[in-house]
């Protein structure tokens, strides 16, 4: 049994003897799913059969809750949480995540009909891997910020993207836009920031769309000459925030992305068309911390515009994959894991092509990296370096071009 199996285990065992129950019958019927879990090889139907103990473990608890009052503590606790909500699956430590978890969730209680959206969610990410949420910010909103990051690329605040850099970050850069040939800009919330560096930002807690406070900033922005050459526009922020909020609610009920605590600035990005695309590729394959991608379309696509998301996806005990397009509508948002789950390409662009992209980050493989990192000694790197001047080879001859190296930071 696989680490992620015995933890999941582990979970369903706490949550039946938290439930204390003494009715033979149900505990009859959680034992017969416990085996049936133990015997799964196939992890899609694992996860159905560990979502089935949580509903019975949840109903149980609400009946035992209907037969006594509740004291105010007990009202706001998970098990009372877990028995208004099905299939949420309990909370069994006391760390600063596991808080912040519990304090998102305590949003959803207030709202069943939000809880049933974000519950839908998380059942497509978890079965698939990804999922597809359309109507995020409403067409009207969803024009004005493509607008904003039309006008940044007019203004040349997006530059080619890049390729390789390692572990690190630190290794060979290199341009070949036969292979990714995209334009990019790192972005803040704030409308004056510095586009060069993809720095994380921290995710502040849910809240309610407040576009008063825009408005207000958007009124300094005005008086501020330095802004005319920083973003211009309110539209990113409110996406942000609409984003950020979305993300931690699925992320309360997905006990993997307990540890998600920052994300990276806005990825703009434009593929200008004439072909432009990104080959396949793994947005983590070396477990930097990058948990989950967010893209965000802002095209008002029909086919033959090209440019869809291509993934390559291999469902639990199959070796052929299955592949699925998915077109950049505006207003559309793809939420889907960072890892090898997920190998994806940007199919060839025939018109220009806009998106924001952001990365949540796990905090827990984040520091599991870091310290990797730091004893990483000089013939690793120049391992890395090696397998980089391979990659640049291989591309060249695959794709045709030629690489344009960078220059380094250091």
């Known amino acids: ?60 608890t609400q009946q035992k809750n209907q037969q006594q009052p509740h004291s105010p503590t007990t009202s706001t606790s998970d098990s009372t949480y877990a028995s208004n909500n099905l299939n949420t699956p309990p909370l069994l430590e006391d760390d600063d995540a596991t808080k912040r978890v519990r304090e ?24 698939k891997n990804y999922v597809v949420i359309p109507r995020v910010l409403g067409l009207e909103a969803a024009r004005e910020l493509a607008q904003e990051v039309k006008n940044a690329h007019a203004a040349g605040k997006l ?13 060979t850069k290199y341009v070949l836009t036969a292979v990714r040939g995209d334009k990019i800009g790192w972005f803040d919330d704030d409308p004056c920031h510095d586009t060069s560096q993809r720095d994380e930002v921290e995710i502040n807690e849910p809240d309610s769309d407040d576009e008063s406070d825009f408005e207000e900033e958007q009124e300094e922005d005005e008086n501020n000459e330095k802004v005319q050459n920083c973003w211009n526009g309110n539209g990113l922020q409110k996406f942000s925030k609409k984003m950020g909020t ?32 990104y080959v396949r590729h793994v947005d983590n394959p070396h477990k930097n911390g990058r948990k989950l991608t967010v893209l965000y379309y802002l095209n008002e696509w029909k086919p033959g515009d090209g440019g869809e998301i291509r993934m390559f996806l291999k469902k639990s005990g199959q070796e052929k994959e299955v592949i699925v397009d998915i077109p950049p509508l505006i207003d559309t948002m793809v939420v889907f894991f960072s890892d090898e789950r997920v190998p994806h390409e940007v199919l060839p662009t025939n018109v220009p092509r806009f998106t924001v992209t952001h990365w949540f980050y796990d905090e827990e493989e984040k520091k599991l990296a870091i310290e990797t990192l730091k004893i990483t000694d000089q013939d690793d790197i120049a391992i890395e370096e090696e ?5 640049i080879e291989k591309f060249e001859k695959e794709h045709g071009g030629t690489a344009q190296i960078m220059a380094t930071n250091e």
């Open 387 to 391: 397998r980089i001047k391979q990659e």
């Open 246 to 277: 979305i993300v931690q609610l699925m992320a309360s009920l997905i006990p993997e992305l307990k540890h998600i605590t920052t994300r990276s600035k806005a990825m703009v990005t434009c593929y200008p068309g004439q072909g432009t695309r």
């Open 159 to 171: 530059k080619s993207g890049e390729l390789a850099g390692g572990r690190t970050g630190k290794n």
């Open 1 to 60: 049994m696989d680490e992620s199996k015995v933890k999941a285990r582990r979970l369903a065992s706490d949550a039946i003897l938290q439930l204390g129950t003494t009715n033979t019958n149900v505990l009859a019927h959680l034992n017969q799913l416990l085996k049936e879990f133990d015997d799964c090889d196939n992890e899609e139907v694992g996860v159905m059969v560990l979502m089935k103990i949580m509903a019975t473990v949840a109903q149980e």
């Open 104 to 127: 998102t969730r305590r949003m959803l209680q207030d709202d069943d009909e939000v809880f049933q959206f974000v519950k839908g969610l998380v059942a497509d990410l978890l079965r």
